[in-house]
C-alpha cells in the first residue's frame, strides 16, 4: 500500500471515529477496517402501537475509495463510494438526515 492510500485510511479512521462509528472487528476482503453505525427510533403507529426501526450504515475504503453500505430495518438499501472521506460522511450526514434520524 502506497503513503496516499496509508494517509487516507487513518483519515478516514479517525473521521469515523469523531462521528460515533466503531470498529466492530471486522475486515474487508482487502484487509481494511470496516465501521458501523446504527441509528434507532419508535413511533407510535395507528391501530398498532409502538414500532422499532432502525437504520444502519457500515462504511470502509476498498483501494482507496471510501464506500458506504446502507441497510433500513435489516433490510440492504444498496452501495455507494466516493472520492473523498470527508465526502463520504457529509453524504451519510445528508442519507440519515433524509432517513429522519438525528446525527
Known amino acids: 500500500m502506497n503513503q496516499a492510500a496509508k494517509t487516507k485510511q487513518a483519515a478516514f479512521g479517525e473521521l469515523m471515529r469523531e ?3 466503531q470498529y466492530l472487528g471486522a475486515t474487508t476482503y482487502d484487509g481494511n477496517f470496516m465501521y458501523e453505525r446504527t441509528w434507532r427510533q419508535t ?8 414500532m ?9 475504503i476498498s483501494y482507496g475509495t471510501p464506500v ?6 435489516g433490510r440492504a438499501l444498496g452501495t455507494r463510494d466516493y472520492s473523498s472521506p470527508k465526502r463520504a460522511m457529509n453524504a451519510i450526514r ?6 429522519g434520524y438525528e446525527m
Open 19 to 21: 462521528n460515533g462509528f
Open 43 to 50: 413511533s407510535d403507529v395507528a391501530f398498532y402501537g409502538p
Open 52 to 60: 422499532e426501526s432502525s437504520y444502519k450504515v457500515v462504511a470502509y
Open 68 to 73: 458506504i453500505q446502507l441497510f433500513e430495518n
Open 94 to 99: 445528508e442519507i440519515i438526515r433524509c432517513a
